[in-house]
């Protein structure tokens, strides 16, 4: 693998995004462990050169030797690759998971993943539907098996979906494909180019924020009031940086649980029309309101809103389906865009998505059910046992958004690997290294299984010099 030609990292902005590296270890150590975490998680991205080694070290006040040393750990694990005359660039080890974190030098035993907020699936119904889709898929060996727009019967199940939600919607307006990551990243390339600002929540969904830095656009963000969105901040970020469009989570915000409520849907919409502005509007987790329904959907605002869906959070993340919902123009222009990216999306998996679509409201009550369980047991934990850590209820989705009182989400996530634990840090939601004080937690773990996560989470703040304990009553818990 080479470096990107136009992808390199100054030593002062490198210097900024390690923050506070030094701990308990060696320097040396410390500071690859915190090249190592960026690089997994997306802060520092693969085949990015990096500075030179004297670069850095006066970059960060150290001595050479030790960013020689950090180095030379990271060349040796695979995350560093140098060759003379083309410098030294960010890598994964072969043996690594790509875009995911590594599990090399844990704790004994299988760790336990924090870092992915994603539940598993619901086996017995996910059993049925596959037996279902086993029997459907007879009709479809006699044809080549490719369908830019998705097979009839999902577009259908997807369509009638968005319609029992309150937004009416034909299968024409439905494209599917390889998740929701696949269809943000369509819309990217057929809408904007590089150069382009694209307005984002602050904090936003990580792979989102990946996806605009791939594509060569620049995500412009703008934050939240209580409770709900700074609209009146995103329409000042319109007027002064005309972003190509704006990316939002309406639906049990990931990473901060919130739900849009229906008025500010509407006075979305109406600014979007108002502004000439597209909207992607991410609806992966709108089917998991814990306390209430989410609200339906944002209106079409006269074809200016795309939406975004996937089966990963409903059902399962493994069948790798997603979808696209627009204009019926918009989404031939996107099945066009789309061959240049992938043909197709497979057969089998979309048989089971429909099936699983059309059981949505008899698989959901015992999914959510479970997920508010899980949500109880993680709050009280931190309740008892890290009181001085403050999480607000969120009334959806998969996630706590906790607030640790200090600057050292990188540090704990560093120290959990160690831990047997992989978390995302703060930052990871985040532009320009924000959110340092604040750690996803998701409720996806069985009871039993949160239980250890939580010890060992506690555990590595002791060891990043964090102690989440204060006489001060857990006011934030609401």
Request: net charge negative.
């Given at each position: 693998?080479?470096?990107?030609?136009?992808r390199r990292i100054e030593g002062h902005h490198l210097s900024r995004i390690l923050g506070d590296w030094k701990g308990t270890d060696a320097a040396y150590a410390g500071l690859a462990a915190r090249i190592r975490l960026l690089v997994l998680d997306g802060r520092l991205?693969?085949?990015?050169?990096?500075?030179?080694?004297?670069?850095?070290?006066?970059?960060?006040g150290v001595s050479r030797t030790t960013v020689a040393a950090a180095y030379e750990r990271l060349r040796d694990e695979g995350f560093l690759?140098?060759?003379?005359?083309?410098?030294?660039?960010?890598?994964?080890p072969e043996t690594g998971h790509r875009g995911g974190p590594h599990t090399a030098s844990l704790a004994p035993g299988a760790p336990l993943d924090l870092a992915h907020a994603a539940p598993s699936a619901p086996v017995e119904i996910l059993h049925q539907a596959a037996s279902s889709a086993v029997a459907q898929l007879a009709r479809y060996l006699p044809t080549h098996g490719y369908d830019p727009y998705g097979l009839s019967p999902l577009r259908v199940a997807i369509a009638d979906r968005y319609t029992a939600r309150g937004l009416p919607t034909s299968p024409e307006q439905i494209l599917v494909t390889g998740g929701a990551q696949a269809a943000i990243s369509l819309v990217l390339r057929m809408l904007a180019k590089p150069g382009d600002r694209i307005a984002v929540e602050h904090p936003s969904y990580a792979n989102a924020l990946d996806a605009i830095a791939r594509a060569g656009c620049r995500a412009v963000p703008f934050g939240f009031t209580t409770p709900g969105w700074d609209l009146d901040m995103l329409a000042a970020t319109i007027r002064q940086a005309v972003p190509r469009l704006a990316y939002l989570i309406p639906d049990f915000h990931n990473p901060t649980g919130r739900c849009m409520d229906a008025g500010q849907r509407t006075e979305l919409a109406e600014l979007a029309r108002r502004t000439r502005t597209p909207l992607v509007i991410d609806e992966t987790i709108a089917e998991l309101g814990l306390d209430f329904p989410a609200p339906p959907p944002v209106s079409d605002a006269g074809g200016l809103v795309l939406h975004v869906g996937s089966a990963s959070k409903t059902f399962w993340g493994g069948l790798r389906i997603g979808w696209l919902r627009a204009s019926?123009?918009?989404?031939?222009?996107?099945?066009?865009?789309?061959?240049?990216?992938?043909?197709?999306?497979?057969?089998?998996?979309?048989?089971?998505?429909?099936?699983?679509?059309?059981?949505?409201?008899?698989?959901?009550?015992?999914?959510?059910?479970?997920?508010r369980a899980r949500r109880g047991h993680l709050l009280t934990l931190l309740h008892d046992q890290a009181p001085g850590w403050r999480a607000p209820v969120p009334p959806g989705g998969l996630s706590l958004w906790t607030d640790l009182g200090a600057p050292t989400s990188t540090a704990i996530t560093v120290a959990a690997r160690r831990q047997g634990l992989l978390l995302a840090a703060g930052p990871r939601f985040g532009?320009?290294?924000?959110?340092?004080?604040?750690?996803?937690?998701?409720?996806?773990?069985?009871?039993?299984?949160?239980?250890?996560?939580?010890?060992?989470?506690?555990?590595?703040?002791?060891a990043a010099g964090l102690e989440p304990v204060t006489d001060e009553p857990a006011a934030g818990l609401v």
């Open positions: 693998m080479e470096p990107l030609d136009d991205p693969l085949q990015t050169r990096i500075p030179a080694e004297r670069e850095l070290a006066t970059a960060l690759i140098s060759r003379r005359g083309s410098g030294t660039w960010t890598a994964v019926a123009q918009l989404v031939g222009q996107a099945a066009t865009v789309r061959a240049a990216v992938d043909t197709a999306s497979p057969v089998f998996e979309q048989l089971v998505t429909a099936e699983l679509l059309r059981r949505t409201d008899e698989i959901l009550p015992a999914r959510l059910d479970d997920l532009l320009d290294g924000a959110f340092e004080n604040y750690l996803r937690l998701p409720y996806t773990l069985t009871i039993p299984e949160l239980d250890v996560a939580f010890a060992r989470l506690l555990a590595a703040a002791a």
